[in-house]
């Protein structure tokens, strides 16, 4: 992985070199650090940043929260939003959701009748159901209960994958769970470039900037083309360059936006 900033005048070339857009996770790259997602906002100076760039090329926010929340906390006009790893967009303006079968349903819904009875014990989880997955944010907790927690979740993350229609993952004091489909963060990022393809006739390069493993998914998908970064080095990820943290990626598109 190389960083960003020492590396500006390789990516510049490839900027100047293509038709570019722009791909955004919001929490920990966007929104800093908040113990209970539902106060995670966007920053006045990122706002005003991506404010300058949306008018000249394609940005799409890619995030695990629902499509409503998403528009709500970003609020910024021409920007185009995928919600729930992939499974609710508004790319044309009319909102689209990829259909879950029936056990899957069942599935989310035996799911959180479970996760509920734990937010019970641990009353300082802030659960959020998002209707196609659920997710529980536990930074809340305290720091000797991290680890019975965590252990609790594995538990449910073995049964879970082993029932094969749900996937769990747990990453930044999060546990998710989605259906378990060919829907994911990459799976997103190259409709968005199919469906900016079909509508300017002409191939985009993508920018993608993210912190999570389900990023992860977007940086493999894109690994060909695109210049993938992540926030926060990774020995094991498949992003080609790194920030190092959350600040950065505003004074990066502070850097994009006056290119
Ligand atoms: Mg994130």
Redo the contacts with the bound molecule.
């Keep these: 992985m190389k960083y960003v900033f020492k590396d500006l005048p390789n990516i510049k070339n490839r900027l100047k070199k293509h038709n570019l857009a722009l791909l955004l996770?919001?929490?920990?790259?966007l929104s800093p650090l908040a113990k209970n997602p539902n106060q995670a906002f966007l920053p006045k100076t990122t706002k005003d940043n991506l404010g300058k760039i949306a008018p000249q090329i394609p940005v799409v926010i890619i995030t695990g929260r629902k499509l409503s929340d998403i528009k709500k906390k970003v609020n910024i006009k021409n920007i185009l939003y995928i919600g729930n790893h992939g499974l609710e967009h508004s790319l044309n303006k009319k909102y689209e959701v990829v259909p879950l079968s029936i056990d899957t349903k069942n599935a989310l819904l035996k799911a959180k009748k479970e996760l509920i009875k734990i937010c019970k014990i641990y009353p300082e989880i802030i659960f959020e159901d998002k209707k196609y997955s659920l997710a529980l944010g536990y930074r809340l907790i305290k720091k000797n209960q991290i680890r019975p927690l965590e252990c609790i979740f594995k538990k449910i993350q073995k049964e879970i994958n082993h029932e094969g229609l749900l996937e769990a993952r747990l990453d930044k004091k999060t546990f998710e769970l989605f259906p378990l489909m060919k829907v994911n963060k990459g799976t997103a990022s190259l409709l968005v470039l199919k469906k900016l393809k079909n509508k300017f006739h002409k191939k985009f390069t993508p920018i993608y900037i993210?912190?999570?493993q389900t990023?992860e998914d977007a940086f493999l998908s894109l690994k060909k083309n695109g210049i993938t970064i992540r926030v926060g080095k990774k020995v094991k990820s498949s992003a080609k360059w790194y920030l190092n943290s959350q600040k950065e990626v505003n004074f990066f598109l502070k850097w994009l936006s006056s290119f």
């Design positions: 996770d919001f929490d920990l790259t993210g912190d999570g990023d």
